[in-house]
């Protein structure tokens, strides 16, 4: 059983920083791509920074320059460094990664349960 597990989140003032963990676990052969993902109330679920595996990251425009996305692909992990936070950025952010477990000839998508981050003005 393959779990993705998010750390990080909380309660900021604007202009301040967080830093998200997510760290995959289980029978995994290969992960491809880690990132992450947010859904704000009311709206849908949005891309927020993704890591192909050796590729320069991938970011929705409205964090860059202020959220910076990493891997440690040896501890199966990805970070999202988020700076000068604003209060548009208060959503649940997920951990979404493209994987195959040991045997199974296919890619899967899997997700985090979510961890919750909320800027205040």
């Known amino acids: 059983q393959v779990q993705l597990v998010e750390s990080g989140g909380g309660l900021v003032q604007a202009g301040g920083s967080l830093r998200l963990s997510c760290a995959a676990s289980?029978?995994?052969?290969?992960?491809?791509?880690m990132g992450w993902y947010r859904q704000a109330p009311g709206k849908q679920r949005e891309l927020v920074a993704t890591?192909?595996?050796?590729?320069?990251?991938n970011y929705t425009d409205s964090v860059k320059g202020r959220f910076t996305i990493s891997r440690d692909n040896t501890k199966k992990t990805v970070y999202l460094q988020m700076n000068s936070l604003k209060p548009e950025d208060t959503a649940v952010y997920y951990c979404?990664?493209?994987?195959?477990?040991?045997?199974?000839?296919?890619?899967?998508?899997?997700w985090g349960q979510g961890t919750q981050v909320t800027v205040s003005s």
């Open positions: 979404y990664a493209k994987l195959r477990e040991v045997g199974i000839p296919r890619w899967d998508d899997c």
């Open positions: 289980g029978s995994i052969s290969e992960i491809l791509t």
């Open positions: 890591m192909l595996n050796g590729v320069v990251p």
